[in-house]
């Protein structure tokens, strides 16, 4: 005899339908004799967000009341009434709704007083209290945000960082770019030295500072002596860059103007106003951010022949955007009229932002603002 024994099937457990987010309650303030007041609560609201509560006000009684609102408490919250004034007949009732949009972390209660300025007053209290994210659930969001951006920047240091030596730090590149330029009188390898100084006084405040004690009279004596070839003139946007990094810093600031070589400077703008060249629009920048000094500014309207220069640069620059204007051929120019932002006059220590460039872009704006700080 054989006894077959099958097994028992667990019955399966029916999963419970998700719950759905209930609606907050609207609570309900009576204006009848002894009735309790309620209570409001705002919690756990996130910073800047906006929120609501509604009360419910009813009037029982056989009497019109007029209710007046007023708000007693935290006067520096975001609250928004839904009404001040009610007029609430016998046996109606009204909805009160309350908006709170917070601006920071905040823990307080305050109270809403309903009145009729008689014999009636009621005060509601109500609890205002915003969650504060953790430092770790704000990197979440920002990372979230990036997205693929954030990883590969975040794959690029971690990258970078393991074939990091010292011979490659900024104060290292700064320190063998100075020899460079004390000894070496190579066209070339003068302009990958200025290259290097650019990239280290525009990141490193320290060696901004340290360089601008020695270097501005070297640089205005190459862009001084500049023979309008392209390797020249290459070296002396770069040397105007390093200039600017100068004066952006507050600490390099004295140290970067060079009254001597104010004369040199309109010289050069003076032939090159018309080129396709990024010279002109970069010693506009740096003349502009001379002349929010009033001293300075008072020595650059000092230059002599200083009105017939400007003029003179004005017609050219004019001349130079009509003949553009007539030309079919689309091509990139700094002589095209466009919108501009004025450049940052703090230094940005390598973070350019679109509203606040680094310098002018365009020879016609950057020229007209240096017109307009100058009062020509």
Request: aromatic residues 10%; charged residues 25%; glycine residues 4%.
């Given at each position: 005899?054989?006894?077959?024994?099958?097994?028992?099937?667990?019955?399966?457990?029916?999963?419970?339908?998700?719950?759905?987010?209930?609606?907050?309650?609207?609570?309900v303030?009576?204006?009848?004799?002894?009735?309790?007041?309620?209570?409001?609560c705002?919690?756990?609201?996130?910073?800047?967000?906006?929120?609501?509560?509604?009360?419910?006000?009813?009037?029982?009684?056989?009497?019109?009341?007029?209710?007046?609102?007023?708000i007693n408490?935290?006067?520096?919250?975001?609250?928004?009434?839904?009404?001040?004034?009610?007029?609430?007949?016998?046996?109606?009732?009204?909805?009160?709704?309350?908006?709170?949009?917070p601006?920071?972390?905040?823990?307080?209660?305050?109270?809403?007083?309903?009145?009729?300025?008689?014999?009636?007053?009621?005060?509601?209290?109500?609890?205002?209290?915003?969650?504060?994210?953790?430092?770790?659930?704000?990197?979440?969001?920002?990372?979230?945000?990036?997205?693929?951006?954030?990883?590969?920047?975040?794959?690029?240091?971690?990258?970078?960082g393991?074939?990091?030596?010292?011979?490659?730090?900024?104060?290292?590149?700064?320190?063998?770019?100075?020899?460079?330029?004390?000894?070496?009188?190579?066209?070339?390898?003068?302009?990958?030295?200025?290259?290097?100084?650019?990239?280290?006084?525009?990141?490193?405040?320290?060696?901004?500072?340290?360089?601008?004690?020695?270097?501005?009279?070297?640089?205005?004596?190459?862009?001084?002596?500049?023979?309008?070839?392209?390797?020249?003139?290459?070296?002396?946007?770069?040397?105007?860059?390093?200039?600017?990094?100068?004066?952006?810093?507050?600490?390099?600031?004295?140290?970067?103007?060079?009254?001597?070589?104010?004369?040199?400077?309109?010289?050069?703008?003076?032939?090159?106003?018309?080129?396709?060249?990024?010279?002109?629009?970069?010693?506009?920048?740096?003349?502009?951010?001379?002349?929010?000094?009033?001293?300075?500014?008072?020595?650059?309207?000092?230059?002599?022949?200083?009105?017939?220069?400007?003029?003179?640069?004005?017609?050219?620059?004019?001349?130079?955007?009509?003949?553009?204007?007539?030309?079919?051929?689309?091509?990139?120019?700094?002589?095209?009229?466009?919108?501009?932002?004025?450049?940052?006059?703090?230094?940005?220590?390598g973070?350019?932002?679109?509203?606040?460039?680094?310098?002018?872009?365009?020879s016609?704006?950057?020229?007209?603002?240096?017109?307009?700080?100058?009062?020509?």
């Open positions: 005899m054989f006894f077959e024994i099958s097994p028992i099937k667990p019955e399966k457990k029916v999963k419970p339908a998700a719950l759905e987010t209930a609606a907050p309650e609207i609570e303030l009576s204006l009848s004799p002894f009735t309790p007041n309620p209570k409001l705002f919690e756990d609201v996130i910073p800047g967000q906006t929120s609501t509560r509604k009360l419910l006000v009813k009037n029982p009684t056989k009497n019109d009341i007029t209710l007046f609102l007023s408490g935290a006067p520096e919250q975001v609250l928004s009434p839904s009404w001040t004034e009610k007029t609430l007949d016998s046996g109606s009732e009204t909805l009160f709704e309350l908006q709170w949009t601006k920071g972390v905040v823990l307080c209660r305050i109270y809403l007083v309903f009145e009729d300025y008689k014999r009636y007053k009621r005060e509601i209290p109500v609890v205002l209290k915003t969650i504060s994210p953790k430092a770790s659930w704000k990197g979440f969001i920002c990372r979230k945000r990036l997205g693929k951006k954030h990883y590969e920047i975040r794959k690029r240091v971690l990258k970078e393991k074939c990091a030596t010292t011979e490659n730090t900024l104060g290292m590149r700064g320190q063998k770019a100075m020899t460079v330029l004390e000894t070496d009188n190579t066209l070339y390898t003068i302009i990958n030295a200025l290259e290097v100084i650019d990239l280290v006084t525009r990141r490193s405040s320290k060696l901004c500072t340290d360089y601008s004690k020695t270097l501005p009279k070297l640089l205005t004596g190459i862009m001084g002596s500049i023979n309008r070839s392209l390797p020249e003139t290459q070296a002396c946007i770069i040397s105007t860059n390093i200039m600017i990094n100068f004066y952006k810093h507050k600490d390099s600031r004295p140290f970067s103007v060079v009254p001597e070589s104010l004369d040199a400077f309109f010289k050069i703008m003076l032939h090159f106003c018309d080129k396709e060249c990024e010279l002109f629009p970069s010693l506009c920048t740096l003349l502009w951010l001379y002349a929010h000094d009033a001293n300075w500014k008072r020595v650059i309207r000092g230059v002599p022949d200083i009105e017939h220069i400007l003029m003179k640069i004005q017609d050219l620059v004019i001349r130079k955007k009509n003949m553009l204007q007539k030309t079919t051929t689309k091509q990139k120019s700094v002589f095209v009229a466009e919108r501009c932002k004025l450049p940052n006059l703090n230094a940005d220590w973070y350019e932002l679109n509203n606040k460039p680094y310098k002018f872009h365009n016609i704006f950057g020229f007209e603002q240096l017109l307009k700080i100058l009062d020509y």
